[in-house]
């Protein structure tokens, strides 16, 4: 008998162990944990491979575990918890340290605590300025708390606090919907593992949570909390209809832009410009690169009147006076913006790249007007520049993820062979990707890096694609380049007036020159782009769409009537060479004035996944996740069925409602007993498993059941236990087992008695 | 009375109804001098039947020595009774050779463990040895002085008692000891009916006087080997084993196979009673808390009955 084991554990109260399809559910409770917390390291592992120290990170993370490990045979909670106190203060210590001294002058309780509240209500950690340091920072003291509690067997508080970890990344929009439902879904087993472990599964525990889990699963992939929020269901509503567009997946973006799939175009009229000067009217420029995305690092500052900083070199004074047609989230306006006045003036803000935007959404009667300085340059100017770029712009903008692969920098050190200078640079890049890959609307999101899946493995992709890539190749390069959105020119209505459409937004490439400051390429095709948004406009007119044109436009539309679609804009020619001056560098064609991309129904740039698998022109097997959910959806059904009635039901239905007479008596006792007893289930109560056959009649009989079940008893007891039965008593059982059965029978019944 | 049994003939007692019959008698008969404890009455006769032993754990004074007597008197057997003391000696059990003066011969004087039924009262303030010497003739069923070997009667049935209320003052049998008590059972107070008709059978002449046999000791042997051949078929012993590891998993100390085996006897006993020539899994229920309960330790401060209880409720009958 078991005697050194159960000594070992005389504390437990009690000496089994419980398992769980042969593992201990201790065990299975501990990997639960560790998958919890794997969740919690993975997000900052994502940060770190976009800002750097991916391999300090993992240092640190593989330490806190060891450490954990050790420490959790060894000492005692006080001391872990002291040592995790000090974990926190040092890490939080070496992250302040770690900040410019310009950022650090800017510190002060009221600003840690607007900090704190903005990374709680969504913003990205990415957008932190030392995002790297504050990874590394965050990172030992959850995981080493996490899993010495684990290790402690203390798996409820190790699930709160690697709970809590990962419900701040969830809160600041780090964790992905599949990452935060594999951890709670970890940390659920791992709480429901444990009180198997503790109190064992007789009860049907494991269904519950077997219910569970699969019921979260489903939930989580099938239903968005808030409608039309950036939360993204795994399953994606598929369908053409469903595809986000470009301008929903760029311009409407706030702080960050996820590259989506598929996407359309919306031909609604989204404001009218009064420009002195035609030009790419940009709403937002983004620094950090993600590898699936980008992102705007830095706060905001309050617009609080007055000159902006315009640009380092010459310029030249725009006024740009913008009505807007439906409401609004951004400000459009030429690069680079120096004032705004208007309503909304007073509730601008200024990024850290130098836009502006609303801290509110504009109303429709709102005009406003922003002051541009654009920047005044030749090629040549451009080819005299040096590369002794500022600090703060070699950190922002020559940054990669660490995850990109060599042979992206290869293909750019190809690319830009014969280049010597950075704008020589910039022209090649943008030259050979219009030369070699395909303009298209319809394309699949890719699995892994935007920018290295476009070079290598896609043929075809939209301008999201084509400027993440340009940028990525110029900064293996070292030539400093962000990602840029906003809107090309529109159609034009009259003298410098312009009307600009939901299919106009627009993704773009600005490099930054000595000097100069930043100066725009667009490295994406614009005859197909043109042609795709004019069949859009022209779609959208047949259709008798609203919001398509204003009455200047419509005009237009009727003079020009077929050939002229795409309204001719000359005024993109001379927007174009006024401020690329002539390089064919940028060659923006004239954007078909009014094409908007109309992407459907998911506002919301965020949402990543949601364009998916949203080709929708074929039917298609369904995807993994799909299957997964799915998969998931049938488990917890069929342990949730096992909780309820429906097993008996089915039996019921297949077991008691007839039986043949076989050759064997005793077979014949036992199916009808069985027969006999699902009546008797449904009718009073099931047998339980410890009763037995002569116990559950007799108990039956004294409330009420004929008689006749005793001889049943007696009957079944000798063909089971006894020796055997004669084929008169088995019919004795069958014919009592019959009229048990039919007299259960809604339409028989009437007929038996 | 003392012909009812007078044709009990040899044919009878190889049926189960012949059994059951003669368990009736006895008890019937038992109950004319003790009042109620019908299911002790019974637990003792299948213990008897069953070849077995039983422990009594008890207060004193609830009828132990006069429930001991009247099954003896019952079977027309012999009834012997030991009081333990911590100063009883081994051979004061079993018996000693005396130097005989006018044989000039070493004669064997029987201890009083040479009886059908044996009362041990009070077995646990006997120093240890006294005890082993008791026990030893229960698994043996002989005695050896002297190198001379020495059957006891067949049959032989020891109750023994424990005394439970001055711990201070006992040995307490060892588990691998109390494992050869086939039952261990509770006797308890009479209930408030019982004690007032016990009072006024005591009144007069105590009816133990004037009970007298309903059953030979070859009606009990005959019993013995019917009851040998009474059915335990594969899904009993089944049961039976899943039970028996189910303490094992939930107790320091499980039921050893031993106590396995003697519950498929108690039940082969409990068939025969019911007139059954096969075991039912009541028949095991019936049994397995007074044959398993004291075999079984726990860690914890359970008590056997407890761990006994759960595998019956968790246990599948098949």
Redo the contacts between chains.
């Keep these: 008998m078991s005697t050194e084991s159960t000594t070992r554990q005389s504390s437990a109260p009690e000496a089994a162990r419980h398992t769980v399809a042969g593992v201990d559910a201790n065990v299975l409770a501990l990997a639960s944990t560790l998958v919890l917390v794997g969740t919690f390291l993975f997000v900052l592992y994502d940060v770190t491979n976009v800002v750097g120290r991916r391999d300090q990170f993992l240092l640190v993370a593989g330490g806190a575990l060891v450490l954990a490990t050790v420490v959790g045979v060894m000492l005692r909670p006080r001391v872990a918890l002291l040592l995790t106190i000090a974990l926190v203060g040092g890490g939080f210590a070496a992250y302040f340290l770690s900040l410019p001294t310009s950022q650090l002058a800017l510190l002060s309780p009221t600003r840690l605590l607007a900090d704190s509240v903005a990374l709680l209500s969504g913003l990205s950690v990415l957008r932190l300025l030392s995002a790297d340091v504050w990874a590394l920072a965050v990172t030992p003291a959850p995981t080493f708390l996490a899993w010495y509690l684990a290790v402690r067997g203390r798996i409820a508080p190790a699930v709160a606090v690697a709970g809590g970890g990962l419900g701040l990344f969830v809160l600041t929009g780090d964790a992905n919907g599949p990452l935060t439902l594999v951890g709670v879904g970890a940390g659920m087993a791992a709480i429901g593992f444990d009180s198997i472990g503790r109190y064992g599964h007789d009860g049907g525990q494991l269904d519950v949570l077997v219910v569970v889990l699969a019921a979260m699963v489903v939930l989580s992939a099938t239903v968005t909390v808030l409608p039309g929020a950036g939360g993204s269901p795994i399953i994606p509503n598929s369908g053409v209809a469903e595809q986000p567009t470009v301008e929903a997946s760029l311009v409407s973006a706030s702080d960050s832009i996820s590259v989506v799939g598929s996407i359309s175009l919306s031909p609604e009229v989204r404001f009218e410009v009064e420009s002195t000067s035609p030009s790419y009217w940009q709403t937002a420029s983004f620094d950090r690169y993600t590898g699936t995305g980008w992102v705007r690092t830095g706060d905001s500052e309050p617009y609080t009147g007055g000159r902006l900083e315009g640009p380092e070199g010459p310029s030249r004074l725009v006024r740009q006076t913008v009505s807007p047609a439906t409401p609004l989230d951004a400000m459009p306006g030429a690069w680079r913006p120096v004032a705004v006045s208007g309503n909304i003036s007073s509730e601008t803000l200024v990024t850290q790249q130098g836009n502006i935007r609303p801290a509110r959404t504009i109303g429709t009667d709102e005009n406003f007007t922003v002051t541009s300085a654009v920047p005044q340059y030749t090629p040549a100017s451009l080819r005299r520049t040096g590369t002794d770029y500022p600090d703060d712009i070699r950190e922002r903008y020559l940054a990669l993820p660490d995850s990109t692969s060599d042979r992206v920098r290869e293909r750019a050190a190809e690319i830009t062979a014969d280049a010597e200078t950075p704008y020589d640079k910039a022209v090649a890049v943008e030259e050979w990707l219009e030369a070699n890959k395909e303009y298209s609307l319809q394309v699949s999101r890719p699995d892994g890096d935007i920018a290295e899946s476009f070079l290598f493995e896609m043929d075809a992709g939209y301008c999201t694609y084509y400027a993440s890539t340009m940028v990525v190749l110029l900064r293996s390069e070292g030539v400093p380049a962000r990602f840029v959105t906003g809107y090309t020119t529109g159609e034009r209505v009259g003298d410098d007036r312009y009307v600009v459409r939901g299919l106009d937004s627009h993704a773009w490439v600005e490099v930054y020159f000595e000097d100069t400051g930043w100066v725009r390429f667009d490295p994406t095709p614009a005859g197909p782009r043109i042609d795709a948004e004019t069949s859009t406009l022209t779609d959208a007119r047949d259709e008798g769409l609203e919001g398509v044109d204003t009455n200047e436009t419509a005009a237009a539309a009727a003079e020009t009537n077929e050939s002229d679609t795409e309204t001719p804009t000359p005024t993109e020619t001379a927007n174009e060479t006024e401020t690329a001056n002539g390089t064919n560098a940028t060659p923006q064609s004239g954007l078909a004035p009014g094409l908007e991309e109309r992407i459907g129904g998911t506002p919301g740039a965020g949402d990543e996944s949601a364009a998916d698998e949203g080709d929708g022109l074929l039917p298609e097997l369904p995807s993994r996740e799909t299957l997964f959910v799915g998969f998931a959806a049938l488990v917890g059904i069929a342990a949730g069925v096992r909780r309820t009635r429906i097993p008996t039901q089915v039996r019921w239905a297949t077991v008691a409602l007839y039986q043949r007479r076989t050759d064997s008596p005793t077979d014949d006792v036992f199916r009808a007993y069985d027969r006999l007893e699902l009546v008797l289930e449904r009718d009073y109560r099931p047998r339980r498993p410890g009763e037995t056959v002569r116990h559950y009649l007799a108990a039956l009989s004294r409330v009420g059941v004929d008689e006749r079940t005793r001889r049943v008893a007696d009957i079944y007891e000798q063909a089971r236990y006894g020796h055997g039965v004669t084929r008169a008593e088995a019919d004795e059982v069958m014919a009592v087992a019959d009229r048990a059965v039919r007299s259960r029978l809604p339409v028989v019944r009437r007929w038996a008695d | 009375m003392t012909d009812v049994h007078a044709d009990a003939d040899v044919d009878r007692a190889h049926s189960v109804e012949a059994v059951s019959d003669l368990a009736t008698r006895i008890s019937e008969n038992v109950e004319q001098v003790i009042v109620g404890h019908h299911d002790a009455i019974e637990d003792i006769i299948v213990t008897l039947f069953a070849r077995g032993h039983l422990l009594l754990e008890d207060v004193p004074g609830v009828g132990k020595t006069m429930l001991a007597r009247a099954i003896a008197t019952s079977i027309e057997g012999s009834f012997e009774r030991i009081q333990f003391t911590p100063d009883l000696l081994p051979s004061d059990v079993t018996g000693v050779n005396v130097f005989n003066q006018q044989t000039s011969e070493f004669e064997f004087r029987k201890g009083p463990v040479f009886g059908n039924v044996v009362l041990g009262d009070e077995i646990n303030r006997a120093p240890p040895k006294t005890q082993a010497a008791l026990l030893e003739v229960m698994e043996e069923l002989q005695v050896t002085i002297d190198g001379v070997t020495r059957r006891v009667p067949d049959p032989f049935t020891v109750i023994a008692t424990q005394n439970d209320v001055e711990p201070d003052r006992t040995y307490d049998l060892p588990l691998a000891e109390l494992d050869r008590f086939m039952k261990k059972i509770h006797l308890g107070y009479p209930n408030e009916a019982e004690e007032t008709e016990l009072l006024g059978r005591v009144s007069g002449h105590h009816p133990i006087e004037s009970l007298g046999p309903v059953a030979t000791s070859a009606d009990v042997r005959a019993a013995r080997e019917t009851i040998l051949g009474v ?1 335990v ?1 594969e ?2 012993r089944r049961y039976v084993s899943r039970l028996a590891a189910d303490t ?7 039921v050893s196979p031993r106590g396995s085996i003697a519950l498929i006897r108690a039940a082969q006993a409990r068939a025969a009673l019911d007139a ?7 028949d095991v ?1 019936r049994e397995v808390r007074s044959v398993w309960a004291h075999r079984i330790r726990t ?2 401060g359970e008590d056997g009955i407890d761990v006994v209880e759960r ?8």
């Design positions: 059915t078929s899904p009993v094992r998993e939930r107790a320091h100390l499980g059954r020539d096969y075991v039912v899994p009541d229920q860690t914890t595998a019956l409720e968790y246990v599948p009958v098949e």
